[in-house]
C-alpha cells in the first residue's frame, strides 16, 4: 500500500448521502478525472441517484437487487463534502451489464498442419450478479491520503454489517487508458465504428441514460484483436494513470483482475470473493470506551464504523485496545460516530498486505 495513503486529513466521516449533499456531488462529478460513466455531472441524474440510495437505506432487504448505496466523505474541519462513492447491489439489476471478455480462440488445420491462437474480445453480461464498487470521487486535494482510503473502503464496513443486501462477489470497473489528448485508443478503433460520437460523448450519455443501448449497437460477434490497432490492443485491461493507486490498493484489498474490460475504454474490471477479502476478514466487534483525547494511546489507525444502517457512519481512529479488548475513543470520536460508551463498533486495520496482482482463478 502506498506510504501517502496513511497520512491523516482533518477529521474524515463517511455516511450517506443527503439531498443537501447535492451541490457537492456535481461539484466532483464535474472535477472526477476522468469523467466517470456511472457519475454524470447532471444534475437530476444524481438527485434521482440521492433519492434512490435513501430509499434502498429504508427497505428491508432480504436479497440483492436494484438498490443503490451513494456515501460521501465529509471532512468535519472545513465542514464540506470531498468525496463521494457508491455501491450497485447487483450491477445488471436493472439493464444488463455488459463487458467485453478477453478470449482465446484456435484456429487448426490437420491438412495444412496450422495452429493459431487468436485472442478476442467478446459481449458478455457475466458479471451482472456482482454488487459493484463504483461512482467514486475525490477531491484532488486528497489523493495519496487516508481520505482516499477511507473512502474507497467504508464501503466494505458497510457491506459486512449487512451481507444479505450484496452479492457473494463484488466487482470493480476502472477507468481505461487515455492518450495525451484525452481520447480513448481503443473506442476509436472500436466503437467509433458504429457511433457519430466521440468518447466523452458517449460516455456522457451512457451516464445519463443506460450503457444497454451500446450492446444493441455494438457487434454480437468476437473481435479480434489483430484487427485493432496496436493502440487499442496497448489500452485493453490498462487503467488510466490516475487510478492506479486506486487499483494497487484493491489489489491489495484481495481483489484479482479479471478477464473482463470497459465495453467503452478497455480499462479493467477487478472481482473478488467477499471470503477473501482483507476488510472482512479482518474486522472485529469492540464496545467502546470513552477516554480523554490527551490520554489515549498511540497504535496503528483503523476504520472504525458504527451500526446503524441509514445512519451509518465510517471514520478513521487509532486500533488502541483496553486490555479487556474495549476500542478507547476520545468523546470528539464517539460524537463523530454517534455511539456511546458501551456501544459496539466495527473496526478493520486501515493498512492492507503487499500488492498481489493475479488473474481470477475461476477465470483461468
Known sequence: MAEGAARSVGHLLVRPAQSGDLAAIERLA??????????????????????????????????????????????????????????????????????????????????????????????????????????????SRYRGTSAA?????????????????????????????????????????????????????????????????????????????????????????????????????MLAEGFVRSRHVDIFDAGPVVRGERQRLHTLTHCGWHPVRIRPAASLPDAEPAMVANQQLADFRCTVARYALTPTGQLMLSEEQAALLGVEEGRAVLVAPLALPNVEDALDEGEL
Open 30 to 139: 464535474s472535477g472526477s478525472t476522468p469523467k466517470l460513466t456511472n457519475l454524470p455531472a447532471h444534475r437530476d441524474r444524481l438527485e434521482e441517484r440521492i433519492a434512490r440510495s435513501s430509499r434502498s437505506l429504508a427497505h428491508n432487504v432480504d436479497f440483492p437487487g436494484d438498490e443503490l448505496y451513494t456515501f460521501v466523505l465529509e471532512d468535519r474541519d472545513l465542514g464540506e463534502i470531498v468525496g463521494t462513492a457508491s455501491i450497485r447491489a447487483q450491477a445488471g439489476a436493472q439493464d444488463a451489464y455488459y463487458t467485453y471478455r478477453q478470449e482465446t480462440l484456435i484456429h487448426a488445420s490437420q491438412q495444412l498442419n496450422l495452429r493459431h491462437e487468436v485472442q478476442t474480445l467478446s459481449l458478455s453480461h457475466e458479471m451482472s450478479e456482482v454488487s459493484l464498487l463504483c461512482a467514486l470521487s475525490l477531491d
Open 149 to 249: 482510503t477511507l473512502l474507497r473502503r467504508a464501503r466494505l464496513m458497510f457491506i459486512a454489517q449487512y451481507p444479505e443486501r450484496f452479492a457473494e462477489t463484488l466487482g470493480v470497473a476502472f477507468p481505461g487508458y487515455l492518450d495525451e489528448v484525452g481520447g480513448s485508443p481503443f473506442w476509436d478503433s472500436v466503437g467509433r465504428h458504429f457511433f457519430e460520437q466521440g468518447y466523452h460523448e458517449i460516455n456522457l450519455l451512457a451516464g445519463v441514460r443506460s450503457k444497454s443501448f451500446i450492446a444493441e449497437v455494438m457487434p454480437q460477434f468476437p473481435l479480434y484483436l489483430p484487427l485493432l490497432t496496436p493502440q487499442a490492443r496497448a489500452a485493453i485491461g490498462r487503467e488510466h494513470p490516475a487510478h492506479e493507486q486506486a487499483l494497487q490498493e
